[in-house]
C-alpha cells in the first residue's frame, strides 16, 4: 500500500466524520467549541431531546423505554458469541483500517482481557466513550449499565490491560489517524 494512498485516507476520514474532533478543528472552529460541537452530535437521543419534544412525563417514558430497549439489545450482543461487545464507533474504525490493513485480525484476547483487534505485534483497542467512560464527558462514580461498573473501575481495568499487553496497544476514541500512525 503506497503511503499517499494512506495519507489520503487520513485526510479524507478527517475532513469527512462528523463524529471525530478533527472535522470541528478543519471547520475553524476553536479547540473548547470543537469539542462542545462534538458532543453535542454524539448526543443524538437525550432525556432532554425527549421532554422537550413530548412533554415531560411522555418524553421520560420514551427516553426510558428506548434505553432500557438499547440496554437489552448490548447486553444480548454481549452474551453471544464470544460474549464480545463492541460500539459502533469501533466497528467503523475497525473496518476502516481493515481496508488499509487486511491482515488486520479482529477481538483479540490476552488472558481474560479482549481487544478490538490486532495487527502484526499490536494490539488495538478502541475506547468508546460509552463503555470506557470517558473522563472527559463521564464522573468518576457514574454508573454504567451495560458493564455494571462505575466509570472508577472500567478505568482502572482499562489501565490494567494496557499494563498487560506493555507497549503493545494501540489505544484510542475517536482518531483513526493516530491509531494509523501507530500501526
Excluded at 4 to 16: A, C, H, L, M, S
Excluded at 25 to 37: F, P, T, V
Aim: aromatic letters at 14%; one cysteine or more.
Amino acid at each position: 500500500m503506497s503511503r499517499g494512498f494512506f495519507e489520503q485516507t487520513v485526510k479524507y476520514i478527517k475532513e469527512n466524520h462528523t463524529n471525530t474532533l478533527e472535522y470541528y478543528l478543519n471547520k475553524g472552529y476553536d479547540i473548547k467549541e470543537a469539542r462542545k460541537l462534538l458532543s453535542e452530535r454524539q448526543r443524538t437521543f437525550t432525556l432532554e431531546k425527549c421532554i422537550k419534544k413530548y412533554g415531560e412525563i411522555e418524553g421520560t417514558k420514551k427516553y426510558e423505554e428506548r434505553h432500557e430497549k438499547w440496554a437489552k439489545q448490548m447486553s444480548k450482543k454481549f452474551n453471544e458469541g464470544t460474549g464480545f461487545a463492541q460500539s459502533m464507533l469501533a466497528k467503523n474504525i475497525l473496518a476502516e483500517l481493515k481496508s488499509l490493513f487486511p491482515e488486520l485480525e479482529y477481538e483479540y484476547t490476552i488472558s481474560r482481557y479482549s481487544f478490538d483487534g490486532k495487527y502484526k505485534n499490536k494490539l488495538i483497542e478502541i475506547n468508546g466513550d460509552y463503555f470506557h467512560c470517558n473522563p472527559e464527558l463521564y464522573e468518576r462514580n457514574f454508573y454504567n449499565k451495560i458493564n455494571k461498573k462505575h466509570a472508577w473501575q472500567i478505568w482502572e481495568k482499562d489501565k490494567k490491560k494496557i499494563t498487560l499487553a506493555k507497549q503493545n496497544v494501540v489505544t484510542a476514541t475517536k482518531d483513526i489517524a493516530r491509531i494509523v500512525k501507530k500501526i
